[in-house]
């Protein structure tokens, strides 16, 4: 409950605060996470290929970190990818360039240990196999980058972000994934109500 | 920068891509010597990249984590590799920051309980910790504190306590001994409990095994078990779809620290077995004693108890770098030894004899070891001699003091545990040591049945070979150690002009030449220096893209002459002490070797100046002595006020002695010393500079004798670069002796050319017996005295055992190495008839009777020069009366010598010591120019025995006025006089008056009628005669005090003259009334009747005595 509260009423600055950045925000990843998911049963075109691993869901929503790891194979070929999903009614812009802000901090070598510790966690899921290329795709950057934006209010994705294009990481493998809501508070009060209808407790 | 050891370990890491293990040997050397632009001013375009540091790291700690059965070399190799990852991408954002400072742009964000930096510190230690490299671990967590540990959550008390314990662990300190937080809410989360849980169990379980390492508790908790088992709980092996593990970030830390424990657990130093005779729990006491500071054993130690422990049960012989632990395998060694007997600890010089008894001292306690300095003299004064060694001692001393304790006290072997030889590459000395070291061990093998020994040598190439032979002759099994592991890394660098920025400087330089007036020679200006670095290990490669030229802003002073070319002249010592000045106002600590001349320490030190340290009491009562010494102020007390030690055989041992505490206890912050103080002393650095390729050597070496002594010497240099609990990585640089251009890496090729030792990974070479040559003539049948060399003869006297000891000779010849080589064991005993009669032969060929060949072995002199001895005094003594006074009988010494032809006085005083030039070179002559120089020697000797100070002892032997000139110039007077009272005065006449002293005992035996009956006093002085000469004593009165522990000669005089010995006492007596009036002084007994001059030499001398 501490995570998506005990109801849906926001009144206050205070509680909407709440609500958009730990609620929503939390939710919105775990709507990321279900899109990876379905990665893993079936071939989408979030990644190349088919996802083999998938991290839990972040821990603590108001750390920073990485949202999403995993692993995907394609061709044989393992590659990681790494996920970043943001929440926003009306502010896609800003909220695309946080997560593109993240990745460029990625290829720069932070959060060294959250990727360390994601992968690591694999250690009893993934086939002995592929293990064997997780250093192969760390090292070359075989790495795939899926900024999520889950919003409600129109925004062009395709506007120039010369930060996006200065990436290292080839363009095929930067996969902006959006999910427009037609009504973006209602579907998060819907997924929350059903979480507690669900569970007692949410425990990760 | 990376050696075999490092190369040994890489070998194990897995096929990554595109990447080989060289491509990641450049990676990190280049990343590396980025982080070193500050420390050398140089202004370059980065080339390394933290993104790919990062990457590397990355890539291989996740790979030794995911298997989940891994290949422990490979993990090993990848933590290895990723912690060098890590730890120099942090040292290249701070140098990327510019001010020194812990880079912000890198690992700012949270991470667990800190910044991300901080938690790749405890990673990266975690991961050396797993590689084996404890004290890299140590480094890189050391100034960590709990304002690094800023978790403001709920977690963060419970996260802060257990990250302590992590951090205690990597430093193998163990963190302040309070309970884990508790958790004062209610209703918490079960998410927060459950990490909270995991959190008090990482840090219980990890103080658990700390304290167990330490010897702070009793059972092995088994925290490796405990801890990946908690990892494994976090991994829902059984749920369908398989989940990743819950609380990755826990997960990843239980999986390091699980494998970090189990890794120090194996190389415990509890875990080593007691020896069965250790009934008295000795070796647990020093187990328990030695784990609270060093836990851990380091590889070559951890190899030894495995194949040598408990007992030891076997031989061994360790042949491993410098500073990867050698003495503490001996340490371990003798640690169980003391439970069945007595230690001999041998070294090959007076000067690491003293840094051994210091170490064993701290570890086992004053009483235990027993240190015996000084030369080897043939002596029979009780307290001088090694005819009492008591159990459950340990003996330091050097080879020739052994071979005159196996000659005193040959029964006292029997019950020698242990002998440990360090520097054992000794025995392939072709000079004359080396035969004495192989012939003692011969001899211990003989004599001491039980005992084990113990070979160690950074020098060794061929280890096994040596530990055939201590196999074959004894038996035993004998474990030959050799692992190339190094607790740290040392980049080889050339240092040259750089071509761009020279070439701009000296075209200035030559435009202002050229308008200046024609009486103006020469112009100067400074150049600038560049480094060529080789970014593999030893310069063994070919390929430019191996090497990397760095920019330095360190300049060198040169000079345009008017043919407008660079002046070579004088550039190597300025430009090795710009750069020692450049390294150590950086925070190196620099050991610079200038190998070609002794002079040239003193100065380059005068050139190099950093702030001054705080004086050290100690240092100042050894300068204080030095002075007294010296009759002068010793010039050192100046370079050591500026920071800067020296350390050459132009300094007293007071002096050298003050170098050596003064840079180990910061006084000083470079060292400028001769190369073959490389071969000495323990005094690791952070940077090595070497000023200049060429060597001092002897005159009689040939070509290929010089080129290997400059290799092995150079080399050994280089190992002393690196400090495992200070800095991890180190520099040597070369300086060679004519200045290289360098323009790019491509260069590397020819500048290699100037210091070709470069190509090689280490000092050592294959040894071969000293004795080779004397075995091969015997087999051959072509042995005659005439062909033998020096060394030989020294062999000869020393196989001449007494007749009825036939047994003995044939023994410890068939144990000698030599034997060994040869496969001659079966013709042992025709070997030593012929070597029998040989000396028979030459006996009577010489005039002697059969027992001056005893004499000889007793007095270590070589059999030829015995016999001329012998011959000489005969005569004189049926000439006159022998003296009764210490004086009389040197005065007879020198006489005897002076009877010597020119060539057998050469063999028997080496020339060396007395130069051309001085008023002693002529001894040699056959000329009338050798009286005037017997004359002058007998002068110098007896200042030096009246306990005049050296600058007077100096006034005898300087041909031009002294004049109380302290400097220390090859022209200066005290050079001279200390190498001659050091070389000839405190080593080779001592053992020449110990060859009268045994001719004469051995003739009152054998030749009852011959003139060898002498009175009592003539008796007595001649016993006193081989230290009084070492000491510089005159009388027995002044001989007391410094047998009583006054060391420096001129005080010992002082003492003397301030507290006269009652009359009539026999030497024993004197020296203990002497110890008892030194005690008293010490402890202010005697009130008011020192002069403040005489109170400070007193308290100058209790200093000094405190600090042994």
């Given amino acids: 409950m501490s995570l998506i509260g005990t109801d849906n009423i926001f009144v206050t600055e205070d ?101 360390r510790a994601r992968l690591s966690a694999f250690r009893y899921i993934l086939e002995p196999g592929l293990k064997e290329q997780v250093k192969d795709s760390l090292w070359s950057d075989n790495a795939s980058y899926l900024p999520i934006v889950v919003y409600q209010d129109n925004y062009d994705f395709t506007t120039a972000r010369p930060k996006f294009q200065r990436m290292k990481t080839p363009l095929e493998r930067r996969r902006v994934i959006v999910v427009q809501l037609s009504s973006f508070h209602a579907f998060f009060d819907a997924v929350a109500d059903a979480m507690r209808k669900a569970v007692d407790e949410v425990v990760v | 920068m990376f050696n075999r050891g490092i190369n040994a370990l890489l070998a194990a890491l897995p096929t990554i891509a595109d990447l080989n293990v060289n491509e990641i040997r450049r990676i990190l050397t280049t990343a590396w010597l980025e982080t070193t632009r500050p420390q050398l001013g140089a202004d370059q375009p980065a080339t390394a990249s933290a993104e790919t540091l990062h990457r590397l790291a990355t890539a291989l700690e996740v790979h030794a984590i995911l298997p989940l059965q891994a290949q422990p070399s490979m993990v090993r190799a990848c933590a290895f590799v990723a912690a060098e990852a890590l730890t120099i991408a942090h040292g290249l954002a701070d140098t990327d920051r510019g001010d020194g400072q812990p880079g912000s742009s890198n690992g700012s964000a949270f991470w667990l309980f800190g910044s991300e930096r901080t938690f790749e510190r405890v990673e990266a230690a975690l991961l050396y910790l797993i590689a084996g490299y404890d004290a890299n671990a140590a480094l890189t967590v050391s100034g960590m504190g709990a304002e690094d540990l800023h978790d403001s959550s709920i977690e963060g008390p419970i996260a802060s306590w257990a990250v302590q314990r992590i951090v205690g662990l990597c430093r193998l300190t163990p963190a302040v001994d309070v309970a884990a937080p508790m958790l004062d809410q209610q209703g918490l989360p079960a998410r927060v409990l459950v990490r909270h849980e995991l959190w008090r169990r990482i840090g219980v379980h990890v103080a658990d095994h700390l304290d167990w390492l330490m010897f702070r508790s009793g059972i092995d908790p088994n925290a490796g078990s405990a801890l990946r088992a908690l990892a494994e709980r976090l991994e829902n092996r059984d749920q369908i779809p398989a989940r990743p593990a819950a609380h990755p970030d826990l997960h990843h830390l239980l999986l390091l620290l699980a494998t970090a424990c189990d890794e120090t657990g194996s190389r415990a130093l509890r875990t080593v077995p007691p020896p069965p005779e250790d009934t008295g729990d000795r070796f647990g006491t020093y187990q328990r004693k030695r784990a609270a500071s060093r836990p851990l054993l380091w590889p070559a130690a951890q190899e030894y108890a495995h194949e040598s422990l408990p007992g030891p049960k076997a031989h061994a012989v360790v042949a491993v770098p410098t500073n990867s632990g050698k003495s503490s395998v001996a340490e371990l060694a003798i640690s169980q030894a003391l439970c069945q007997g007595w230690v001999l600890y041998l070294a090959p010089t007076n000067a690491l004899v003293g840094q051994i008894r210091r170490q064993m001292a701290d570890v086992f306690g004053r009483t235990t070891v027993r240190e015996f300095l000084g030369g080897a003299e043939y002596t029979q004064l009780i307290g001088e001699s090694l005819e009492q060694i008591e159990d459950q001692q340990i003996l330091v001393m050097t080879p020739e003091k052994c071979s005159l304790a196996l000659r005193q006290n040959p029964e006292a072997f029997t019950k020698l545990a242990l002998c440990v030889f360090d520097e054992a590459h000794l025995l392939g000395d072709r000079v004359g040591r080396g035969v004495i070291a192989e012939l003692i061990l011969a001899e211990i093998m003989h004599r001491a049945r039980k005992a084990r020994l113990l070979l160690m040598s950074a020098l060794i190439a061929n280890p096994s070979e040596l530990g055939s032979w201590l196999s074959h002759a004894t038996g035993m099994h004998t474990a030959v150690i050799n692992g190339p592991w190094r607790p740290t890394r040392t980049l080889r660098a050339i240092a040259g002009i750089d071509n761009d920025r020279g070439a701009a400087a000296f075209t200035a330089a030559s435009q202002q030449l050229r308008a200046l007036p024609p009486h103006r020679k020469r112009e100067k200006f400074k150049a600038p220096i560049a480094l060529l670095a080789g970014l593999q290990g030893a310069w063994a490669s070919e390929a430019a893209n191996d090497y990397a030229l760095v920019q330095t802003n360190i300049e060198v002073p040169l000079a345009v002459t008017r043919k407008y070319r660079w002046d070579p002249a004088g550039y190597c010592t300025p430009a090795t002490a710009a750069i020692v000045q450049r390294l150590g106002l950086r925070g190196d600590k620099i050991l610079a070797f200038l190998p070609r001349s002794k002079h040239d320490s003193f100065h380059a030190a005068g050139m190099t100046q950093f702030a001054a340290a705080p004086a050290d009491s100690t240092v100042e009562a050894l300068l204080y002595l030095a002075d007294l010494e010296l009759g002068v102020p010793s010039a050192l007390r100046a370079r050591l006020q500026q920071g800067v030690a020296v350390h050459t055989s132009a300094l007293i041992r007071e002096e050298q002695r003050a170098s050596e505490l003064a840079f180990e206890r910061g006084v000083a912050v470079a060292m400028y010393a001769t190369g073959t103080m490389a071969q000495g002393l323990n005094l690791p650095a952070t940077a090595v500079v070497i000023g200049g390729t060429e060597i001092g050597y002897d005159n ?167 016999a001329a001895l012998y011959r000489h005094l005969r005569a004189r003594l049926q000439a006159t009366t022998a003296p009764e006074e210490i004086l009389g009988w040197a005065d007879l010494m020198l006489h005897l010598l002076e009877q010597l032809a020119p060539e057998q006085l050469r063999r028997i005083l080496r020339p060396k010591p007395y130069g051309d030039a001085s008023k002693l070179s002529k001894i040699f002559d056959s000329g009338p120019a050798r009286a005037d120089s017997w004359s002058a020697y007998r002068a110098a000797l007896c200042a030096w025995m009246n306990g005049e100070p050296i600058i007077a002892v100096a006034e005898h032997i300087h041909r031009k006025s002294v004049a109380g000139n302290a400097k220390r110039g090859a022209q200066d007077p005290l050079p001279r006089a200390i190498t001659i009272t050091s070389d000839a005065f405190r080593f080779e006449l001592p053992l020449i008056a110990g060859a009268l002293n045994a001719i004469i005992v051995l003739g009152q035996e054998h030749e009852p009628e011959g003139p060898w009956a002498l009175s009592a006093e003539a008796v007595r002085t001649l016993n006193l005669l081989p230290l009084a000469v070492r000491s510089g004593a005159d009388t027995p009165e002044s001989l007391a005090w410094i047998r009583a522990g006054v060391h420096t000669r001129v005080a010992a005089h002082q003492l003397n003259a301030l507290l006269p010995a009652p009359p009539g006492q026999p030497d024993d007596e004197l020296q203990r009334w002497a110890h008892a009036r030194l005690m008293d002084l010490y402890q202010d007994a005697i009130p008011d009747l020192l002069t403040p001059a005489q109170a400070a030499v007193v308290f100058a001398l209790r200093t000094v005595r405190e600090a042994r």
């Fill in chain 1, 15 to 115: 509680q909407k605060l709440v609500r958009d950045t730990r609620r929503n925000a939390w939710i919105g990843e775990g709507l990321g996470h279900a899109l990876l998911s379905l990665s893993a049963r079936r071939e989408t075109s979030c990644v190349d290929g088919r996802i083999c691993t998938l991290s839990e869901m972040h821990q603590t929503v108001t750390r920073q970190g990485l949202d999403s790891v995993g692993t995907y194979v394609q061709n044989d070929v393992l590659g990681v990818s790494i996920g970043e999903s943001k929440s926003t009614e009306s502010n896609a812009s800003a909220n695309f360039g946080e997560a593109i802000n993240l990745f460029a901090e990625v290829e720069k070598g932070i959060h060294g240990p959250d990727l």
């Fill in chain 2, 700 to 866: 009689t070496s040939s070509t290929q004798q010089r080129r290997d002594q400059a290799r092995a010497q150079l080399l050994n240099a280089i190992g002393r670069a690196g400090r495992a609990h200070v800095a991890s990585r180190a520099m040597a640089l070369v300086v060679p002796n004519k200045a290289l251009v360098l323009s790019s890496s491509a260069d590397a090729r020819q500048a290699v050319r100037t210091a070709e030792f470069l190509q090689d990974e280490d000092a050592s070479s294959e040894l071969s017996s000293a004795l080779d040559g004397l075995i091969h003539n015997v087999l051959s049948g072509a042995l005659t005295p005439d062909t033998m060399t020096p060394a030989e003869h020294t062999a000869f006297s020393f196989l001449a055992f007494e007749n009825e000891d036939e047994d003995d000779t044939t023994q410890v010849m068939g144990k000698t190495w030599a034997v060994h080589r040869a496969g001659a064991q079966h013709q042992v005993q025709a070997i030593t008839n012929a070597i029998a009669v040989t000396g028979s032969t030459f006996i009577q060929e010489a005039g002697a009777p059969a027992w001056v060949a005893f004499a000889a072995h007793q007095s270590g002199i070589a059999l030829s020069e015995t």
